[in-house]
């Protein structure tokens, strides 16, 4: 039985058909040097994590947008299986365009929710999303998807997630949605996802990852400090790689 679209999916939906710059007959230069900006991050998360991308045979991106960290994942692994995913079909169907910009093919590319993957029962090495976890709106019914898709041993990487504990969270989710108020934001509240985590049957791992790239002179001010004082990283709000392994 299909699950109704609820008012946050319809907008994270519509925005990739409606943005001027990110439509799928955007051709928008501001993007993709936007998004080489998002790459260099994502190389970064991932040199902290090679081994389990260098091993894996199929890979699958959530929330993957227009699908360009897919593209760059298989351009690092071309023997590796990578398919994207997104809630929105707008957003998939530019996929094409980064193939060209990176001057490869990816293995697949599809809509779906992060809770209804299209895939069979154990069968992907890893799973990944980059920036992207918190826009899912049914955090619980994802993990548990995560653990049915993932082989034993599997992993899953939420890379470069906003995260702060509870007491922070109403004033971390009113400042990214000031900054950003056409697409539904949220901040990760960390213990409650490695809760949700154990639920499912996932062990997680937090890798705290304060990059003061790309950031504003206030932001790069303040991930410094965090950098400098890894206390403070488990206190205040703060980016965090998650890894999530099924047993």
């Keep these: ?10 907008r994270e939906i519509e925005f990739w058909r409606d943005s001027p710059d990110e439509s799928p007959e955007s051709d928008s230069v501001r993007i993709v040097i936007d998004k080489m900006q998002d790459a260099g991050i994502l190389l970064t998360c991932i040199q902290r994590h090679e081994e389990a991308f260098r091993r894996s045979e199929r890979v699958l991106e959530l929330g993957a947008g227009q ?14 299986e990578v398919i994207a995913t997104d809630i929105s079909p707008y957003a998939v169907a530019s996929v094409p365009k980064w193939e060209r910009l990176f001057n490869t093919r990816i293995d697949g590319a599809y809509a779906c929710r992060s809770y209804e993957i299209a895939e069979d029962d154990a069968s992907l090495d890893c799973v990944f999303c980059f920036a992207a976890a918190h826009h899912f709106s049914a955090h619980r019914r994802t993990l548990q998807e995560i ?50 985590a154990a639920e499912a049957g996932l ?7 304060p990059s003061t790239a790309k950031r504003g002179a206030v932001e790069t001010l303040y991930f410094y400090t965090l950098g400098r004082l890894p206390i403070l990283q488990q206190l205040l709000p703060c980016t965090i790689n998650y890894c999530f392994i099924k047993q």
């Design 147 to 196: 653990h049915r898709v993932l082989r034993p041993h599997g992993r899953c990487y939420y890379f470069y997630e906003p995260s702060c504990r509870r007491y922070l969270h109403t004033a971390a989710h009113r400042r990214v949605n000031r900054k950003r108020p056409d697409v539904p934001e949220d901040v990760l509240i960390f213990p409650k996802i490695r809760s949700l």
């Design 1 to 10: 039985m299909s699950i109704p679209t609820t008012e946050r999916e319809r």
């Design 203 to 209: 062990s997680c791992e937090f890798d705290f990852f």
């Design 67 to 80: 699908g360009w960290a897919s593209c760059l994942i298989k351009r690092q692994y071309p023997e590796a």
